[in-house]
Structure formats: structure tokens, C-alpha cells
Nanobody, 123 residues
């Protein structure tokens, strides 16, 4: 069973930066596509970024392109999301998500494993 544990998040002023990390366990290394999905109050879940370890390809949602960077640490089996130039509209609960296979996933509905979520608040 794949388990995902997030860390990071918090509160920051507009224009600031935050870093989220997600540690995965219970899977064979390199077999998961991992991503970040966020959900703001009253809104649907939105795929923010994703990375396929098999191909190295990355996906970014239009609202975060140029500001967010997803990366992977092969040794620690973790995925991180560096968030820069944060805006109040980035305020949401951010979830680490994963699905088996090399396909780069872009939609929140693509994932079948989820972390517990971490809050990001931008004021």
C-alpha cells in the first residue's frame, strides 16, 4: 500500500515563497507518477503540478506556470513543490497524490493515492 506524507506549508505574505515535500513509501521506486493537487474552499480540486519519474516529464497548471517548480529526490523517494511569487489565490489545502505507471497525470481525478493535505495560506 502506497503511503504519502506531506510536510511544509504554512502562512506567507503575497510575493513570498514556500516549499512542500512529499515522502512516499510502499511502492517500487520509479513506478509512481506523483503530483500536487490543491483545493480551495468552495472550489473543485485542481491539478497543480506532476512529475513522471520514468520520463522526467513535468506538468504545471496554467495558474502556476513560471512560479511553481516540482522536483524529485531519487535517493529519498520524495517529491517537492517550490512555490514562488505566491498570490492570495494560491491559498488552499495542497495534497500530494500518486498513481502507478509512467504516464504523466494532469487531472486531480487521475490519482488513486493521497496524502493528508497541508494548508497554504497567502495573505
Amino acid at each position: 500500500q502506497v503511503q504519502l506524507v506531506e510536510s511544509g506549508g504554512g502562512s506567507v505574505q503575497a510575493g513570498g515563497s514556500l516549499r512542500l515535500s512529499c515522502a512516499s513509501s510502499g511502492s517500487i521506486y520509479g513506478t509512481l507518477c506523483m503530483g500536487w493537487v490543491r483545493q480551495a474552499p468552495g472550489k473543485e480540486r485542481e491539478g497543480v503540478a506532476a512529475i513522471s519519474p520514468a520520463s522526467g516529464r513535468r506538468y504545471y497548471g496554467d495558474s502556476v506556470k513560471g512560479r511553481f517548480t516540482i522536483s524529485q529526490d531519487n535517493a529519498k523517494n520524495t517529491v517537492s513543490l517550490e512555490m514562488n511569487s505566491l498570490k492570495p489565490e494560491d491559498t488552499a489545502t495542497y495534497y500530494c497524490a500518486a498513481r502507478e505507471g509512467p504516464t504523466l497525470r494532469t487531472r486531480s481525478t487521475d490519482y488513486n493515492y493521497w496524502g493528508q493535505g497541508t494548508q497554504v495560506t497567502v495573505s
